[in-house]
């Protein structure tokens, strides 16, 4: 079974940076594609980024393109999202998910979820 823990979250002023981190449990990491979500309250979850298991190949929301870049370490098992240019706007639980097979946007369509990290873009 594939767990996957976050870090890194936490309060920025906008305009500032953060660079969250997932570690996942085991060492067939390099098989799945990884990708980042995120819930503010009251809304409902969305797509952050995607990255394939090559490493390759890499997919963004509009809303966050050209601010955060995607990338991992298969040899640390771990995945991350370098978040520059902050807004508040971007505030929300952030979570990295992994699946097994192509990269998508959906979120139901991945099977193991880490529990998730806070961060807060302040004004």
């Known amino acids: 079974q594939v767990q996957l823990a976050e870090s890194g979250g936490g309060l920025v002023q906008a305009g500032g940076s953060l660079r969250l981190s997932c570690v996942a449990s085991?060492?067939?990491?390099?098989?799945?594609?990884m990708a980042w979500f995120r819930q503010a309250p009251g809304k409902e979850r969305e797509f952050v980024s995607v990255?394939?298991?090559?490493?390759?190949?890499?997919y963004y929301a509009d809303s966050v393109k050209d601010r955060f870049t995607i990338s991992r370490d298969n040899a640390k098992n771990t995945l991350y999202l370098q978040m520059n240019n902050l807004k508040p706007e971007d505030t929300a639980v952030y979570y990295c998910?992994?699946?097994?097979?192509?990269?998508?946007?959906?979120?139901?369509?991945?099977?193991?979820w880490g529990q998730g990290t806070q961060v807060t873009v302040s004004a």
């Open positions: 990255i394939s298991f090559v490493g390759g190949g890499t």
């Open positions: 998910a992994a699946r097994l097979g192509a990269s998508v946007v959906g979120p139901y369509s991945y099977e193991y």
């Open positions: 085991e060492s067939t990491f390099s098989r799945y594609t």
